[in-house]
């Protein structure tokens, strides 16, 4: 049975949750009690299986599913010298990516069962499971059209989770926003799996990469599929200057949503470091496009840093703050990308690229907790007082104790001091990408402070100050919710006091297996 | 030459697409424009998995001497149709609600989230 589980792990976790999203509108019908019940199980399972999956692929290395085929290892059936099944292939990233998002779903969910109350919340729950579905299929599979259906599931499902309280009006404007961007960049995914497919006939990405490894084979119509999946990519992962759905989205969707959206927003990031590391790295020009993403993430740090200064929504400020920690993330990744470049296939990364590297996927991780954090407060703050405008809340510390206290956890965290999480990786990003340009590390250090500042002035206006009359009845957040932050907060406290055993056992094997793109290929095509 | 024609029709398609989400403001414009888009890009894979002179990919019925076009762009057409339609449902579902709000499709207008 134990084995049975292990060795079909990642279909497992792709299927739990999926059965559950279609068994939740039955079970509501029946019993809400018991719908609640089946869904914190399902996802609660699969958080299960996201472990097993990630200790057995860290003790094991990469790990193949085929699915239809008569063993599960068998991705070349004899006579074939291209896979013609799907095929999921999970390696560290994969996994590192899995344990974000069935993390923040359980957190999420756990909010949810006090926050989403009344009509509807059958549905919620459905679409809620359909999204966990969609970013652990993107982050399982090894085909490309597959990735382009994960990614449609995982949109259509989020624009209905941001629109959940249409009502109000202002979410469907965020959602139809979100939608139509969503789509398009989808559309110029899909449109570029068309060019690749005619130009090699093939789906699966080790077995694209094996195509393109070199120059000759790198031709025009592939380069333009590479600006085409790059491009939209980048869309989705929310870079400025493409972030202008970002906060809307984040700042109109219900308390839990925007954190899991958060999770969401990673999943597009990991599908661009799929396609930049994995299926081009030995062709592109990966120092130019290394500069690139640093730009991209210089600009993002800038403008999410300033524009979150004159936010008055405490939600969209927040989202503004998540548009420059993906900065962040572009940037030590980009550097990490410039370094690879350098040694070529083989050859050992330089120290800092390393570094760069590793501060960058665990940024990613931090990125969904201090963010994630943030947002369950704001939820909880306008559950409890119906109000989202800064200018109009203050005095909330005397009523809402604990949610101040982890109001401070998670700007601390957001902001880089020690001893949280955030600096744990910040430091890392700041130390390395100066050997590129002292300026990257200088505009990081000056946004980070820059977002202190803007964090401490809303924690001043939001908790700060006299008790107000019209928040004079407002009690604290119900206690589900005040224990699915306790957990996050814990989870941040925890990476900021070990940062070397999460490093060491969570964060490298996911940096080695970004690096190790003839290991993808292998896996797939047999014996390189 | 005369091959090359249905490729012609994507980028015809696309742009027509592209122009109609970049330039339109009425909302249901720009959910025409995108489903225009995705016609072009369901075009665009129909017409890669073409052969001339072949038949459909059903291997009992296929005449002696005679070889089928590709059946994986034809499955992955249908799976996109099928997304799209998901798709294009929602978007419009969404244009009806907020009609009901805003009273207005232009999206000039709607400007509630900025204030």
């Known amino acids: 049975m134990n084995d049975w589980i292990v060795t079909n792990a990642p279909i497992l976790i792709i299927a739990t949750p999926l059965f559950a999203a279609f068994l939740t509108p039955l079970v509501d019908r029946v019993s809400k009690r018991g719908r609640d019940a089946m869904v914190f199980v399902a996802t609660l399972i699969t958080l299960v299986i996201a472990f097993i999956l990630a200790k057995n692929v860290f003790d094991n290395g990469l790990v193949v599913y085929t699915l239809g085929g008569k063993s599960v290892g068998l991705t070349l059936p004899s006579g074939y010298h291209v896979p013609v099944r799907i095929i999921l292939e999970v390696d560290g ?79 469907l404007e965020a959602s139809i926003k979100y939608i139509i961007i969503s789509s398009l960049a989808a559309l110029f995914v899909l449109f570029a799996i068309g060019l690749l497919y005619g130009e090699y006939n093939l789906l699966n990405m080790g077995a694209l990469a094996g195509e393109i490894s070199s120059e000759a084979t790198f031709t025009f119509t592939t380069q333009i599929a590479f600006i085409l999946l790059f491009a939209s990519f980048v869309l989705k992962a929310g870079a400025a200057p493409m972030h202008m759905w970002l906060p809307d989205a984040y700042g109109e969707a219900p308390g839990a949503i925007s954190m899991v959206l958060v999770a969401a927003t990673q999943a597009s990031l990991y599908a661009l470091l799929r396609v930049c590391f994995t299926v081009y790295s030995m062709a592109i020009d990966a120092s130019t496009i290394g500069i690139i993403l640093i730009s991209l993430g210089l600009v993002s740090i800038f403008i999410g840093a300033t524009m979150a200064l004159i936010q008055i929504n405490m939600k969209r400020l927040i989202g503004y703050a998540a548009v420059a920690e993906i900065g962040y ?8 990308f410039f370094e690879l470049a350098k040694v070529g296939g083989g050859g050992v990364i330089s120290e800092y690229g390393l570094k760069a590297l590793q501060g960058g996927v665990f940024h990613i991780f931090n990125d969904v907790l201090d963010i994630g954090l943030l947002f369950l407060v704001a939820g909880a703050v306008i559950y409890v007082t119906k109000e989202s405008n800064l200018n109009k809340l203050g005095g909330l510390a005397h009523s809402m104790k604990y949610s101040s206290i982890f109001f401070i956890i998670g700007m601390a965290a957001v902001s880089g001091l020690p001893p949280l999480n955030g600096f744990a990786s910040k430091i890392l990003i700041y130390e ?19 977002m202190l500042a803007i964090f401490v002035k809303i924690f001043h206006s939001v908790f700060m100050g006299p008790k107000l009359s019209e928040f004079a009845t407002c009690k604290e957040a119900p206690k589900l919710m005040l224990g699915s932050m306790a957990v996050i907060a814990v989870i941040m406290i925890f990476f900021g006091l070990f940062p070397d055993f999460v490093v060491n056992n969570i964060v490298n094997p996911a940096v080695n297996a970004l690096m190790n793109q003839a290991g993808y290929i292998g896996s797939v095509l047999g014996g390189v | 030459m005369i091959y090359n024609v249905p490729f012609l029709a994507v980028v015809v398609l696309i742009a027509i697409g592209a122009y109609a989400l970049l330039f339109k403001r009425n909302l249901i414009k720009i959910a025409i424009g995108l489903t225009i888009l995705e016609s072009g890009v369901n ?40 997304i799209g339609v998901a798709v294009l449902a929602l978007i419009l579902s969404l244009i009806i609600r907020i009609y009901r709000k805003y009273g207005t499709l232009d999206s000039h207008e709607m400007r509630r989230l900025k204030e």
């Open chain 1, 432 to 450: 390395s990408v100066y050997k590129v340009s002292p300026i990257t590390s200088i505009i990081a250090i000056l946004a980070s402070i820059f």
């Open chain 1, 329 to 336: 993330i572009l940037l030590a990744i980009g550097v990490g």
């Open chain 2, 43 to 82: 075009l665009f894979l129909i017409t890669l998995g073409y052969r001339e002179g072949d038949v459909a990919p059903i291997y009992t019925n296929l005449p002696s001497g005679r070889g089928m076009v590709l059946p994986v762009p034809q499955a992955l057409t249908l799976t996109s149709i099928v």
């Open chain 1, 93 to 171: 990233m994969s996994v590192f990516m899995a344990m974000i998002s069935t993390l923040t779903s359980f957190v999420g969910l756990l909010y949810s069962f006090s926050y989403i109350k009344g009509e509807g919340s059958g549905k919620y729950y459905t679409l809620f499971l359909m999204m966990l579905v969609g970013m652990l299929g993107m982050e399982m599979t090894g085909d490309l059209f597959n990735l382009f259906v994960f990614l449609e599931i995982l949109s259509v499902s989020s624009a209905a989770l941001i629109a959940f309280y249409a009502r109000k009006g202002k979410p």
